[in-house]
């Protein structure tokens, strides 16, 4: 199974390297000296690291037979993308590849189905579940431990426990105040 690592950023510098955005939860293992990379496009790869080091917060990468700013530069926004056995789990026992988790029905604790996940976004703050309802509409459901308790692999499914009007229409009054505006007095 192949899956995007990172994407190259702007060439840093006049030897060849360039900044990367991380894709993955293991770039000491995905993006280390010595690991070969397909890429999308597929013509400007494969590619080898030759070395790695964080500047300034960003992670830096040189690639073999690249050695000046044009051939960097010629590498902008190319994906990285690595082989993986579909079967590989990560370190942690709580956290899964994206692969594992699309296609998984999203269902709350007593079986009701809300749908199925079709993509998934990783943002600054937090990771998001996009699901398909069964009329088509979509939902996002923030993919934290208090929303979803469990990811079953071998079912096929994830449990949510939704605050209330994340997933449906009926939200909770906030306060009184509120409850009292609604009311008119």
Do not use: C, W
């Not at 939704?162 to 008119?184: F, H, K």
Request: hydrophobic content about 35%; aromatic content about 2%.
């Amino acid at each position: 199974m192949q899956l995007v690592v990172a994407r190259i950023g702007r060439a840093h510098g006049i030897k060849g390297e360039v900044t990367v955005e991380v894709r993955t939860d293991e770039p000491e293992l995905r993006l280390a000296p010595g690991a070969v990379l397909a890429t999308d496009p597929a013509s400007t790869g494969p590619l080898t690291i030759e070395t790695g080091r964080v500047h300034s917060g960003r992670l830096l990468l040189r690639f073999e037979g690249v050695r000046d700013r044009n051939g960097a530069e010629a590498l902008r926004n190319t994906l990285l993308i690595a082989d993986v056995d579909p079967e590989e789990r990560p370190e942690e026992p709580d956290e899964y590849y994206d692969h594992q988790l699309m296609d998984l029905d999203v269902v709350l604790a007593d079986g009701t189905e809300i749908g199925r996940i079709t993509e998934i976004s990783h943002l600054p703050s937090q990771d998001l579940f996009i699901v398909e309802r069964p009329d088509g509409s979509e939902v996002m459901i923030p993919f934290v431990e208090e929303i979803v308790t469990e990811i079953d692999l071998a079912g096929q499914r994830a449990v949510i426990d939704p605050p209330p009007g994340l997933v449906d229409e009926r939200a909770e009054i906030a306060s009184q105040r509120d409850a009292d505006t609604e009311d008119g007095n």
